[in-house]
């Protein structure tokens, strides 16, 4: 609502909302507290793969529908698409919610892997989770990508992780890697973007 409709610019109203939520939740919730529920402890169990069947069936039924193009039209240039007849904010909050929705099921089956709620858990995942979008190929401008080269890009980040772990390679090490990975993945995504475009 505040990205579209109030038309804040989506990093502050992201980062806004991220300080409300996180004093809120620290205030709940002050240190670690467990064991999860069973019900979301088995989303870590043999029951793990249905989470993420259910998303990507649900990514799979929204690249079916009209919307999808919408999307990717208004990611790419949001003035042509309004232009050519697209209900942009419309797109926008739909996005927005959908990304949320996901967001709150990537939280629910982090909370069942680790077997307790954390408070403190979440601002880790940040840099890694827009490294992994950015190597799978997703441009972070918007209108190329989708949940494949994302999960892609995700599956690399846990690779390189987990071999530099094997190694006892400690954490800020890890943290100088996800970010030379996010600033290389970034300048490849602007190189092959100017390319297409000179082809083009």
């Known amino acids: 609502f505040l990205a579209t409709v109030v038309r804040i610019q989506p990093i ?13 939740t620290l205030t709940i919730l002050p240190a670690p507290i467990g064991p999860a529920p069973g019900w979301l402890k088995a989303m870590a169990g043999p029951w793990s793969a249905l989470p993420l069947a259910l998303i990507f069936l649900f990514w ?7 919307y999808y193009d919408q999307l990717m039209a208004v990611g790419s240039d949001d003035r042509a698409a309004y232009t050519a007849g697209v209900p942009v904010t419309k797109v926008r909050f739909i996005a927005y919610v959908m990304t949320g929705i996901l967001a709150a099921c990537a939280g629910l089956m982090l909370t069942a892997l680790i077997g307790s709620a954390d408070p403190n858990i979440g601002p880790t995942y940040t840099l890694i989770a827009i490294a992994a979008v950015a190597l799978g190929g997703v441009s972070l401008a918007g209108g190329r990508g989708g949940l494949l080269g994302a999960a892609i890009g995700a599956i690399d980040i846990f690779l390189l992780q987990s071999v530099l772990t094997a190694f006892n390679v400690s954490t800020y090490v890890l943290q100088i890697a996800y970010g030379v990975i996010l ?10 973007e100017r390319l297409s ?4």
């Open 12 to 24: 502050v109203a992201t980062l806004g909302t991220y300080l409300i939520l996180t004093g809120m």
């Open 197 to 200: 475009g000179r082809k083009g």
């Open 60 to 66: 799979w039924l929204v690249r079916q529908t009209p």
């Open 183 to 192: 600033v290389v993945a970034v300048i490849m995504t602007a190189l092959q």
